[in-house]
Nanobody
């Protein structure tokens, strides 16, 4: 089993910054992509940022220029630095990790999700 534990959420004023962390533990093996998603009240879960095993990143349009995703492979950890936060960023932020699974003649990934950390931005 794989466990993901997010931290770093909380209450921040508009214009402020937060750094989220997510640590993976358990039967990890090889980690492929890592990502952060978020779900605001009454809305669907959406991708915030993702980082590949090679370090390539992509961001939601709403987060470009305000967020930086990074990973520490030695610590099985992914980070999300968010700046210039506004009320629209209020949501539960979830970490997602794709674990590479090697079978007989095939390789695939299995996704694991954390339980989420709440980010509340006050205006």
């Amino acid at each position: 089993q794989v466990q993901l534990v997010e931290s770093g959420g909380g209450l921040v004023q508009a214009g402020g910054s937060l750094r989220l962390s997510c640590v993976a533990s358990g039967s990890i093996g090889s980690i492929d992509a890592m990502a952060w998603h978020r779900q605001a009240p009454g809305k669907q879960r959406e991708l915030v940022a993702a980082i590949s095993s090679g370090g390539s990143t992509n961001y939601a349009d709403s987060m470009k220029g305000r967020a930086t995703i990074s990973r520490d492979n030695a610590k099985n950890t992914v980070y999300l630095q968010m700046n210039s936060l506004n009320a629209e960023d209020t949501a539960v932020y979830y970490c997602k990790v794709d674990i590479r699974v090697v079978g007989v003649g095939a390789v695939w990934t299995r996704a694991y999700w954390g339980k989420g950390t709440l980010v509340t931005v006050s205006s």
